[in-house]
């Protein structure tokens, strides 16, 4: 190609980028949507029908009639030629020219016509595309190197891609199947041959995926073109009837999950006056769509530091089909449901003015939205149901499940007395259908080969349902003795709780270790499968930690004669806390006070032996560390 990405176009220069791809691949969706974005810096040439005259009497003869049966195959080639040579030399109008098929798909769709009409293979049918474009030769050369090729492919296999293509389709006669075989065996020898300076594979992906790609290709070329397209963003689009929750939804996830709150009126509007579109809301839903979509796209480039966002609120059932279609999997979908009695409750102007405003809505297709919806949500409970919904959805995207592996009971270097407690008690919850329990994992210093008898305890995490706590109850009762004294630590969730967040910071860190691996559980039921908190949501959470065992120290240091080993576990928990804001773990106790000791060289380097024994010493150890905690929060404020 002409132009290179070492040496692509300046600002001041003018650039054409020529789109190619078979049928139904997407070309002038991907270049409508990236002409809206760049506004008057972009000019979309339009199709190929509008540089010759005489398309007019072909459509009046009959496109396919004309193409496969009744033009000469000499007049095919010059009607296509002069079509593509005329848009090539028309001059540009904006910095950025966007073609709807390059130069060298008019000899891939030569080829592939001649390949149907006259029965040749492909090698055959490039040939005889290349002397039909004899005559047009030097003028073709010449305009494809001003273009910037791109082309777009359904798939790697031009079989599959085909049937891809075909797959649009609503009605297909032999002729056009077997032309679309030849066409993309023609493209994909083009690409083998460098025809183009990009390629880009479309398979499964959504069109704003796409498009992200698309940019990030062309961006080094035309810098005139955004560098992305919504790349990461979770969109949560809510929808529902009048009164049924949409707004407490979105006030909630943006006040407990971060989400910037978008109104889907603004977005359209403001799309709409960029294009000058008079009316949004008289054109074509599948249009309105693509609005909305340019509209998120242009905000959050302006406010790129933005990863999630909901918009609100979806009326039209055919648009948001549109919506799903081009963004996939960053969009979910959440219709909000109430029955009409209690919708007219919350309204505060009156039971008619909810029915009113329904009609307007389902007018609209508002209530259709229900079946396009990912989640459906019923809003007829309380503000509490309808928020651990809310925080279920949305973890799911944030926390990736995963099915941890487990470990036998001996490999964790506990006591024989404990290992045969443990084996006992998986015996008496996993072995029947069903089993009792869903997970069991051994935490704490048991779990890290930090068991210290007579002061450790033995801290157990459990996952099962609340219909399984009776017989739960029963094992652990049945062997209670054979514990010997070792004070059990029990903790207990549901699945659900896991999955909406519904735990202490505690609890997360010990679902973030399960899901990262660095604690493996004794036993998992078959299929199940955890949600992996991020690190970085469980540092966050730890300042509740933090706090906890702040108060808990000052607790502690206020008794006339403090409990030894409590002091001395909560100052570790401290220390801990604080160790993961600066990205370090440390899951020992004397190894997280060692780090916060060195930091203090006056003290005694005994002194985190010393504080397991002598209360003194612990109240040394506790000062040192909640001081340090003290010191991070803070304020310059005046004391007098």
């Known amino acids: 190609m002409c132009i290179s990405p070492e040496h692509g176009p300046t600002l001041s220069r003018p650039v054409t980028i020529a789109f190619s791809g078979p049928d139904n691949v997407g070309k002038t969706k991907q270049i409508g949507i990236l002409a809206r974005r760049l506004g008057p810096a972009g000019h979309a040439t339009g199709p190929l029908d509008d540089y010759d005259p005489r398309w007019d009497g072909i459509r009046a003869m009959g496109m396919g009639a004309w193409w496969f049966e009744r033009g000469p195959v000499e007049e095919v080639a010059d009607v296509l030629a002069r079509s593509y040579l005329e848009r090539s030399r028309r001059p540009a109008t904006a910095p950025v020219r966007l073609m709807d098929r390059g130069i060298p798909m008019l000899e891939a769709s030569l080829a592939a016509t001649v390949a149907v009409r006259e029965r040749l293979s492909p090698g055959e049918a490039a040939d005889r595309a290349r002397k039909l474009l004899d005559p047009y030769a030097a003028d073709v050369q010449a305009a494809e190197a001003t273009e910037y090729g791109i082309v777009l492919l359904h798939d790697e296999d031009p079989v599959i891609g085909t049937s891809r293509s075909l797959s649009h389709e609503r009605h297909v006669t032999p002729a056009y199947a077997d032309y679309q075989r030849h066409l993309h065996l023609q493209m994909h020898r083009l690409v083998a041959e460098d025809r183009w300076a990009e390629t880009v594979v479309i398979g499964e992906r959504r069109v704003v995926a796409v498009q992200d790609e698309i940019r990030r290709r062309l961006h080094p070329i035309a810098p005139l073109v955004p560098p992305r397209a919504l790349p990461g963003l979770r969109v949560v689009a809510l929808g529902g009837m009048s009164e049924s929750g949409k707004s407490t939804a979105g006030e909630y996830l943006r006040v407990r999950h971060g989400y910037a709150r978008l109104k889907i009126g603004y977005l359209i509007e403001d799309a709409a006056q960029r294009a000058d579109i008079a009316d949004p809301y008289e054109i074509p839903a599948v249009v309105r769509a693509e609005l909305l979509v340019d509209g998120l796209d242009r905000f959050c480039a302006a406010h790129h530091f933005l990863d999630h966002v909901t918009i609100e609120s979806l009326h039209d059932q055919d648009a948001t089909a549109e919506l799903r279609r081009m963004l996939g999997e960053q969009l979910t979908v959440v219709y909000v449901d109430a029955t009409p009695e209690v919708r007219t409750e919350r309204g505060t102007a009156g039971p008619e003015d909810v029915v009113e405003r329904d009609a307007v809505k ?202 030894l080993r409590a002091l001395f576990k909560v100052t570790a928990l401290l220390a801990k806390v604080m160790l993961r804001f600066e990205g370090t773990e440390r899951a020992s106790d004397d190894d997280a006070l060692g780090v916060f000791l060195d930091r203090e060289p006056a003290t005694d380097a005994d002194l985190r032996r010393q504080a397991r024994e002598d209360r003194k010493k612990a109240v040394e150890l506790a000062n040192i560390v909640l001081g340090h905690w003290l010191a991070t929060i803070a304020l310059p404020t005046s004391r007098a």
Not at 375 to 400: K, Y
Not at 423 to 438: H, K, M, N
Not at 452 to 479: K, M, T
Not at 523 to 532: D, K, Q, T
Request: charged share 20%.
């Open 362 to 563: 389902a007018r609209r297709g508002a209530a259709g939205i229900a079946s396009l919806a990912q989640e459906v949500i019923d809003n007829n409970h309380s503000r509490l149901h309808l928020e651990r919904r809310l925080d279920g959805i949305t973890l799911a995207h944030r926390w990736p499940l995963r099915r941890p592996a487990t470990t036998p009971v001996n490999t964790l270097g506990l006591p024989v007395q404990l290992e045969s407690y443990l084996s006992e008690l998986l015996d008496r919850t996993t072995v029947q259908l069903p089993p009792v329990i869903d997970l069991l994992a051994v935490t704490g210093s048991g779990a890290r080969g930090k068991y210290q008898h007579g002061w450790s305890d033995l801290d157990i995490f459990v996952v099962a349902e609340q219909a399984s706590l009776p017989r739960l109850r029963e094992a652990l009762a049945e062997l209670e003795a054979e514990l010997g004294g070792v004070k059990l630590g029990l903790t207990v969730l549901t699945q659900d709780e896991c999955r909406t967040g519904a735990v202490t910071s505690r609890l997360l860190h010990v679902l973030m270790l399960i899901g990262s691996g660095s604690l493996v559980p004794l036993w998992c039921r078959p299929g199940l499968a955890l949600p992996a908190p991020d690190a970085a949501g469980d540092v966050a959470a730890g300042v509740e930690a933090g706090v906890q065992a702040a108060i808990e120290i000052r607790r502690q240091l206020l008794k006339g004669v403090p409990d």
